[in-house]
């Protein structure tokens, strides 16, 4: 049989990575991640899996961020018993941020729910459990970078550093008997996600060249960021923390728990050890972060900067809260702080508390250092919204909300590439992935002098295609599509109340007098009225 390769997910969006491989006779994953753009993508976390957990026989995890991993615990809570091949870094940060994914929704769903008995709506099953995220992890496998692996009969694997997390790798599979000539194998690399060149604590991405098929993410395609080193990069981070203090404020740094967390501990430690910030407080304020920053120190001898980490680690300035007591007595800390707390995107997490305590007071700043989805918090916050809604709650925005675009885990559109350009030969087709739209479309004509344009090709979600040693070929969809491709990386109508009701709520707040809300509250009436809708009554 003919390979098959099916994009299950970030098929023109950032999340949900998700690749289905058939080949001989078997079927394996690549990457099995979490939804987690607008309400309508994450709603697919709740739905049915596209394809039988039960008939895949193996996953291969690129690295351990939820948007790769998050689903793992479902597909085996929902049949799959395979095995799951990871780098041993990448299954000890699972061990940790699986269990944590199921936590979060636990509370989540526990919140829902409260609302949902008040008017006796049926209540919702979390995606799944702890029990679940334990059983899932029973089923990793430590693999070696560099070392072949055999996935099914006839399809191995190997990874390699990526470059963009603790463990993160691509992962070039051959499939024997499948590529073009007697004996040859069909050869195709998957980049997972890509680091940026000089990223802290890791080396630069690597990978194999002359391949058949290549999957690239696309996240920053569009995207030329200014060449920063290690210098300017902390030189940057300290302006920013020199211009937020102020006696009675503090510095919020919303942050992944895994990584960032690590690599701002870094860069804060060692410009307060250089004198270029007099010493602050940091306060870790995530049970994941202190979680995870244990396995970076594990893992500290891997690591480029590692003996930097460790000094950091050792300073005593730097605080983790661990309790919900601890992160609560936060709120009434004394002069100037800096947080750092998850999660990245101001989605979940202790962040959102930091922020109702601080977001409407202009002591404080927000300072973004990470990629922001259409649809978070984050990024309504660095649009230069006025008010924002925070667990039910309206806030004004006073805050400074500042961004610095250094620290990504990604590389860059010419890094981008130029990593496809160090693929070449690459015989057959580059399918992008992991890209909102302008991302994919910027990569592409990035590489129009490097591949013909006709072989870069931007799959939808759950389209199939079939890896002939001639060129791949687009498959029938299998059935109706679980989301239109319109609605992929958009904001949906949920996100457009929310903004709805905050603008209602600032033009009353504004309104001159009494006289001139009941005006507008009419208008606002009328205009619903007219809507085509039969005049409402309240309560109905
Ligand atoms: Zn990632
Ligand atoms: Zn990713």
Redesign the pocket.
Known sequence: MTPRLTFHGAARAVTGSCFRLEAGAGQLLIDCGMFQGSKTEKELNYRAFPFRPDGIAAAILT?A?I??SGLLPKLVKDGFAGPIHATAATADLASVMLPDSAHIQAIEVEQLNRRKARWSAAPVEPIYTGADADACLGLFRRESYGSWFDVLPGVRARFWNAG??LG?ASVEIEIAGAGAGPERPLRLLFS??IGPDFKLLHPDPEAPRDLDYVVCEATYGDTDRPEATDASRRALLGEEVRAAIHPNGALLIPSFAVERAQELIVDLTRLMAEGELPQIPIHVDSPLASRATRIFARHARELEEGAGLLAGLRSRQVHFTETVEQSKALDRQQGFHIVIAASGMCEAGRIRHRLKNWIWRDEATVLFVGYQAEGTLGRILQDGASTVRIQGEDFPVRARIRSIDLYS??ADGPELAEWIRERLPIAREVFLVHGEPPAMDGLAARLAGVLDPDRVLTPVLDEGFELAPAGARSLPPAGAPRLPSERVARLDWHNDVSRLILDINDALADAADERARDVLIRRLRRALDDGGAEPRKRGS
């Open positions: 690295h961020h948007d790769h963009h997390l993160s997972g996600d885990g990604h």
